[in-house]
């Protein structure tokens, strides 16, 4: 239990919470006193209003009849006035003429005074009084003041209220610190129960997610969406470790049984020359193999498109066409463009020049000779489009996603030379570009679709 209080206590949650509840305290302080002073001066200026009326009124009746006149005003007042009313006639000798206080020296203007005890209630307790002095007329002197004990008890209820507000202010802050720091933390151990869960193997975890679009639930899905890349790349590397396993046991076994054989039945320099050749071949085959899975690794990080070069696609592709149509010649294949102009995208050159290659060989090698083979690219909506159409045989529609799949070869292509990563390294290259890749049946043939973004600014 204190172990819980004291990690509750030391979380960052509630010293955000204490730090905002101390700028909450030292707020309301400076408006408890701001409050304190208006209400102290609203009180004294009302005050000071009733005794300028007190003293207008007993200087307009002895104006009007006299001494006689203001002793009877005054007299007045006191029988109505309250008991915190007190009010002064006298003589500048000393003489007292009316009023409920004794004699005084006489002050002008606006003071304060204090009572004796004696002199002030008949049950003894003293007085602040808070008054104003005026000549009425030569000799003549007036004072007119209030107590102040209820100005301060108005004050000090003022202040029990603000002190009240305070409290209940702090103790909300607190429990809501206590509450959030509380709530904090369970998600925050759902976190590291995952993380641990993860670490111990159980790669199928994932943080529970409430729904909450705050930081923490944005966290959360972050982390969840992280999961997800990590566990979809292990098993990338799974799925390359076995389709390693599976098709290139194949040629380094017939590598290692020609070695073998030269090295056991070679008699002369042409026998071990031909060994070696054909081992080369072999070699540069795997070699090749490893390259492309190599880059299909490199391609699979996820970048931003926009932050790729500006690259005018069309100008590419009409590269791409005037270099490989004397190859596809050489196979009596017919290799034709239909570029529209002006079509830009954020890519790659390179990447892009080998996706081309790669589909272009890939639809060379898959079709008889005679067969036409069509470079396309065109604007779609808010798309850009390059297509690779070709009349050959096709591939069944049963089979569009699985040749995309790394090592994956239709029967009739495996007597064929190939690594099976044509079409798995073009996927991966178009992903890279944010691109969407598809197989469409040319009736007869094959269609690849690439749907690019294009660039910011054009059309």
């Not at 003293?55 to 008991?83: D, F, M, N, P, W």
Request: charged share 25%; hydrophobic share 45%; aromatic share 6%.
């Amino acid at each position: 239990m204190s172990f819980a209080w004291t990690r509750l206590v030391s979380s960052e949650s509630f010293r955000l919470t204490a730090i905002f509840t101390s700028v909450i305290i030292v707020a309301m302080l400076g408006l408890m006193g701001l409050v304190y002073a208006i209400t102290h001066r609203a009180l004294e200026t009302e005050l000071f209003s009733a005794i300028d009326r007190d003293i207008a009124s007993i200087q307009s009746g002895y104006r009007a009849q006299g001494i006689s006149e203001a002793k009877e005003v005054i007299t007045q007042h006191l029988y109505r006035g309250a008991s915190s009313d007190f009010l002064l006639l006298q003589t500048t000798g000393g003489r007292k003429l009316a009023g409920n206080l004794p004699v005084m020296n006489p002050r002008l203007g606006r003071f304060f005074l204090r009572l004796p005890a004696r002199a002030a209630t008949p049950e003894g307790e003293s007085l602040r009084i808070l008054g104003e002095g005026v000549m009425l007329a030569p000799g003549l002197y007036m004072f007119d003041g209030r107590n102040l004990d209820l100005v301060s008890d108005a004050e000090e209820d003022v202040l029990a209220a603000s002190l009240w507000v305070l409290v209940a202010s702090l103790v909300l802050a607190v429990g809501g610190g206590l509450v959030l720091s509380h709530l904090f933390l369970a998600r925050m151990d759902a976190i590291t129960d995952t993380c641990r869960a993860i670490m111990a193997g159980r790669f199928s975890d994932r943080v529970p997610e409430r729904g909450a679009g705050d930081e923490l639930g944005r966290l959360v899905r972050t982390i969840n969406a992280m999961l997800d890349r990590i566990s979809g790349l292990m098993e990338n590397v799974q799925q390359i470790s076995s389709d390693i396993a599976h098709d290139m046991r194949a040629p380094l076994t017939h590598l290692h049984h020609r070695l073998e054989r030269a090295l056991s039945e070679a008699r002369s320099e042409d026998e071990y020359r031909a060994a070696i050749e054909h081992a080369l071949q072999e070699t540069d085959l795997l070699l090749g193999t490893f390259h492309a899975l190599l880059k299909i690794g490199q391609l699979e990080e996820a970048v931003d498109v926009r932050s790729l070069p500006r690259l005018d696609l069309s100008h590419l592709l009409e590269e791409m066409v005037d270099i490989y149509r004397p190859v596809a010649e050489d196979s009596a294949h017919v290799l034709t463009g239909r570029i529209a102009p002006g079509l830009w995208i954020h890519g790659d050159r390179t990447l892009l020049a080998q996706l081309v290659a790669n589909l272009i060989e890939n639809a060379r090698a898959h079709t008889p000779a005679g067969s036409h083979i069509t470079l396309q690219a065109e604007r779609h909506d808010s798309e850009v489009v390059m297509m690779v159409r070709d009349d050959g045989p096709g591939i069944p529609k049963s089979e569009y996603e699985r040749v995309f799949r790394r090592f994956y070869r239709l029967e009739r292509s495996r007597t064929t030379a190939g690594t099976g990563l044509g079409l798995p390294l073009v996927a991966a290259i178009a992903r890279y570009h944010g691109a969407k890749i598809a197989l469409e049946d040319n009736a007869p043939g094959l269609i690849v679709r690439v749907g690019f973004v294009p660039a910011e600014g054009t059309r």
